[in-house]
């Protein structure tokens, strides 16, 4: 990727952004002066940081006409995604919200989508794509504020909060955000879960080995393979799936 047109080597730029708008636009046979104007007709441009809401109102609005009704929803950002969640659970309507590469601010922008689908239950995993060694609180903050929504939002559901997982040296490295950090995040979020009366998963003993994600369980370092990977994880959280009240308050 031309380092000109990258914020860290895999995101791209807003002038960037905007090359890659203009070759669509020459496929939709649309010169820049009536693409403006049709935009200006529905609404006024919104700068890029402003587009996340809309996203997520058109994902809901999908959802909705769909028509779901979920026994279980996975929420989080590429480790959830990758898990194909359904084939663990054949008689359960399992809907995965997971989106790669979601941040908390991703998440805050999106929650409302899991309503649109009026899970039983509901599995969250996330946070890890904005956690850094300096933000710690903030983040801590931030995904306080996503479970009030959650709560507020899906008042007859169950809400789970699963812990993040660890991560091998090359990605600490790369966000940049210490096994300290990663490991002090992952308590505060069962500090969190207590506080709002949820269940906490604490799914990161049993991946980590040697500070690190067991390799056995990994593709990337980051994210799991199908065996013994999300066996693990799908086994951890079959008893919440298939007790109400749950057998515990937390492992």
Known sequence: LDPQYTTDGIHITDEAYGMWAEEIRVYMGLDEEN?????AEAAPV????DTGPYVA???ENCLEQMHYDADIVFFGDSITHRGNFAEYFPDKIVVNLGCGGDTLSGIKNRVSMVKTVTPEKIFIMFG????R????DQCVYEYGEILDTLSAENPG?????QSILPMNSWMQDYLPCSRETTEAFHWR??????ATDMLYIDLYPLYVKAGAMNDAYTVDGVHLNKSPGYDIW?????PYIYCSPPPLRSI
């Open 35 to 39: 693409t403006i104007g049709n935009i």
């Open 46 to 49: 919104q700068e890029a940081e």
């Open 57 to 59: 109102l058109a994902w």
């Open 128 to 131: 890890v794509n904005s956690l």
């Open 133 to 136: 060694d300096n933000n710690i």
């Open 157 to 161: 559901a169950e809400i789970y909060v």
């Open 189 to 194: 979020l069962a500090g969190l879960a207590a």
């Open 234 to 238: 799908a086994a951890t959280v079959r």
